[in-house]
């Protein structure tokens, strides 16, 4: 199984990023994906969750929602974070993740299974 981010960058207050995770070697249907974020000096945590049993289920932190979108494309086995209205305060190392179970990895990063190397998120003021 593997996972890999790509997509961050340098970006102002405002503007958009699209994070992309390239999955492989596993079913789409036996894991749920999400994206966990680290910020300098804090702990990993949770921020969004596709769930795999319903692929239409999505979650999000409360500190992203309404400004950030969780989507797959399942035939280019592609996990996707769009970012918009980026704030100072999203800047963060991110990580795509993949779990056996629901999306209730996202209360608790040990329970991830397979981890992609993180991508560099910076927003300026």
């Known amino acids: 199984v593997q996972l890999q981010a790509s997509g961050g960058g340098l970006v102002h207050a405002g503007d958009s990023l699209r994070l992309s995770c390239a999955v492989s070697?596993?079913?789409?249907?036996?894991?749920?994906l999400g994206w966990f974020r680290q910020a300098p000096g804090k702990e990993r945590e949770g921020v969004s969750c596709i769930s795999r049993s319903n692929q239409d289920r999505t979650l999000y932190a409360n500190s992203v929602k309404g400004r950030f979108t969780i989507s797959t494309d399942n035939a280019k086995a592609t996990l996707y974070f769009q970012m918009n209205s980026l704030k100072p305060e999203d800047t963060a190392v991110y990580y795509c993740?993949?779990?056996?179970?629901?999306?209730?990895?996202?209360?608790?990063?040990?329970?991830?299974?397979?981890w992609g190397e993180g991508t560099l998120v910076t927003v300026s003021s």
């Open positions: 070697g596993f079913t789409r249907d036996d894991y749920s």
């Open positions: 993740a993949a779990a056996f179970d629901s999306c209730s990895f996202l209360a608790n990063a040990n329970w991830v299974n397979y």
